[in-house]
């Protein structure tokens, strides 16, 4: 069934609960008051029918496919979906070209949803940069993931972002409510009362996911037996016995910690490494790209050039992870992070770029020496630009000259370790000085 196009079934009421109670409109979207409050661009972009292209970002369940369905009631326009899983170049080329036709045959739009937009990789994304540019097509893009890392800047420049925000136990609890007064979607033309407390338990365990909580709902109604004078009572006990395992999700506070728990275990624990990894993708739901973001730096900031491999191995981790996916790549990641976690420590770089921002501020405008400049054209040694001294042409490939402002010139900013490899380069650091 297309999920934009579907044909009212003969019988409603067959189709589960939050199937029926998907919103149609702006006035029934629960959430992102935000984006789609009263008054916000959006919203009067949707009412207006004056949608540009758009990207919606934010965690699974928030409604970003919901506002897509919105959209495509709105709109007089054609409406096409498409989930990046399993479209091809081919897809998006035909798109694009029943969009043209539509355009120059008929002034109508084309409105592209394109699901899951992280996992186009970059050429298909490429095929539909044109066709964005030209207004051939509005486009229509949803992710979890940031799309600054996983959309092209080209097609990300030409698209306006809006970011929605986890949904929590009110909205869960605002959906259900009206689930129950609904007569013509919901179950109001049944005889239900639902107890408080067993609403508010339901909203609790759904943890924002209001498909999650429909379902709960509409379970306890249909088979909890019906009083003597027909009525249907959803107590607590019911609601618990409806929606056992409560979800467990990760608030932004608990994020943060976990990613600094994890952080700080790369500088010295593989065990509590690879634990809070797991932990955290595994049980809280989190995003491996998180890690993986985090995991680079710290190759960088923690070890640096006693062990420059671990970047190595940490980009390829994320390399593979984009190529396979979870959970398969959770072999190639924790490789990396055992073999960052093993590698020998060295905070130099991070030191180094300390000691350059703090000269930076210090030396004000910085000057060019002469010998440093340009001398691509003639008249420079008239104006004093040589002197300067090609390293190649002297033993060890190496001179000892000025290469600093003068208001800066011995300062030093990177001082190697005696860690790993770095050792090597401080005592060719002390051979020059």
């Known amino acids: 069934m297309d999920l934009f196009n579907y044909q009212e079934a003969e019988t409603p009421r067959a189709r589960l609960l939050a199937d029926r109670m998907r919103p149609q409109t702006l006035d029934e979207y629960i959430g992102q008051d935000h984006i789609v409050g009263r008054g916000k661009l959006l919203r009067r972009a949707i009412e207006g029918d004056q949608l540009s292209s758009i990207l919606l970002y934010g965690p699974p369940g928030c409604g970003k496919t919901t506002l897509a369905h919105i959209i495509s009631v709105r709109t007089e326009g054609q409406f096409v979906k498409l989930n990046a899983v399993d479209a091809s170049v081919k897809d998006v080329r035909e798109v694009i070209d029943q969009a043209r036709v539509n355009k120059t045959m008929y002034g109508r739009k084309t409105i592209l949803f394109l699901d899951e937009v992280h996992r186009f990789n970059t050429a298909r994304q490429d095929a539909l940069l044109p066709a964005v540019e030209q207004g051939i097509i509005i486009f229509i ?143 809280l739901g989190m995003d491996p790209m998180t890690f993986l973001r985090r995991l680079i730096v710290a190759c960088s900031e923690d070890i640096g050039l006693a062990n420059p491999q671990a970047m190595v191995q940490a980009v390829t981790a994320m390399d593979a992870y984009h190529k396979i996916g979870w959970p398969e790549a959770k072999y190639n990641i924790c490789q990396a992070i055992l073999f960052a976690v093993e590698s020998p420590k060295s905070n130099a770089v991070a030191m180094a770029i300390g000691n350059a921002e703090a000269a930076i501020e210090r030396v004000g405008d910085a000057q060019v020496p002469l010998h440093l400049r340009d001398t691509h054209y003639k008249g420079a040694e008239q104006l004093g630009h040589a002197g300067y001294q090609y390293p190649h042409d002297f033993p060890n490939h190496y001179v000892k000259q000025q290469y600093y402002p003068d208001r800066l010139n011995g300062a030093k900013l990177y001082k190697a370790t005696k860690q790993g490899m770095e050792d090597k380069i401080r005592q060719n650091q002390e051979k020059r000085s």
């Open 141 to 283: 893009g949803a992710t979890t993931e940031n799309p600054f890392h996983h959309v092209n800047g080209a097609l990300l420049s030409r698209s306006t972002l809006f970011q929605l925000e986890a949904l929590g136990e009110s909205h869960a609890y605002e959906a259900m409510r009206r689930a129950l007064s609904d007569r013509d979607r919901g179950l109001g033309f049944m005889d239900l009362h639902a107890e408080e407390d067993a609403l508010r338990h339901i909203a609790a365990m759904a943890g924002g996911d209001i498909r999650r909580a429909l379902n709960a709902l509409e379970l306890a109604a249909v088979t909890t037996p019906s009083e003597p004078d027909g009525s249907v009572r959803i107590t607590l006990e019911v609601a618990q016995e409806s929606i056992r395992k409560p979800t467990i999700r990760a608030d932004l506070s608990t994020q943060y910690d976990v990613l600094s728990a994890f952080h700080k275990s790369v500088r010295g624990s593989s065990d509590a490494a690879m634990f809070w990894f797991l932990h955290a993708v595994e049980k």
